[in-house]
Structures are given as structure tokens and as C-alpha cells.
Nanobody, 121 residues
């Protein structure tokens, strides 16, 4: 199995910054793309940012220029630096990874448990 554990959520005022981190552990053979998604109350889970194993990034239009995704392939971690936060960024943020376990021949999609980010106005 592969586990993803997020950290770094919390309460911040509008205009502030937070950094989310996610660590993958378990019987990992390889990790492909990693990313962050978020889900606000009553809404669907939406893509925030993704990063490939080679470092290619992609962002939702709503966070471009404010959020930066990065990863450390040696440590199996992915981070999300969030600056200039807005109240509309309030959501539960989920880490996601496409990973191949040692006992498997295919990449499966894994999710973390989520971390709450609340931005007050």
C-alpha cells in the first residue's frame, strides 16, 4: 500500500501565506504525477496544481501567480506554497499521487486524508 499524509493547513488572514506538505510512504516502487486538489463545502473537488516526476507544473487559473507546487523525488514529498491567500481559497486540500507499489505492475491513484485551510477576511 501507499499512504499520503498532509500537513501544514490552518487559519490565516487574507493576504497571508501557508505551506502545505505531503509525504508518501509505504511499499513504493515509483511515483508519477503528484498534485493538490481542494474541496469547499457543498462543492466538487477541484484541481489546484500538479507536478510531474520531471518537474512540469500545471495550475488552476484561480491560483496562478499565487501558489507554487514543488516536489522532492528523493523524499517522495510534494509541497504547495500558497501566497496572497483569499477567503475563496478556503477548502479542504487533498494531496494526490499516481504511484506504483512494489507488488503491483500498474500505477494507481492515491489520496491523502485532507487538511483544512481557512482564510479569514
Amino acid at each position: 500500500q501507499v499512504q499520503l499524509v498532509e500537513s501544514g493547513g490552518g487559519l490565516v488572514q487574507a493576504g497571508g501565506s501557508l505551506r502545505l506538505s505531503c509525504a508518501a510512504s509505504g511499499s513504493i516502487f515509483s511515483i508519477g504525477a503528484m498534485g493538490w486538489y481542494r474541496q469547499a463545502p457543498g462543492k466538487q473537488r477541484d484541481l489546484v496544481a500538479t507536478i510531474t516526476s520531471g518537474g512540469t507544473t500545471d495550475y488552476a487559473d484561480s491560483v496562478k501567480g499565487r501558489f507554487t507546487i514543488s516536489r522532492d523525488n528523493a523524499k517522495n514529498t510534494v509541497s504547495l506554497q500558497m501566497n496572497s491567500l483569499k477567503p475563496e481559497d478556503t477548502a479542504v486540500y487533498y494531496c494526490n499521487a499516481a504511484a506504483r507499489a512494489r507488488w503491483s505492475s500498474e500505477f494507481l491513484n492515491y489520496w491523502g486524508q485532507g487538511t483544512q485551510v481557512t482564510v479569514s477576511s
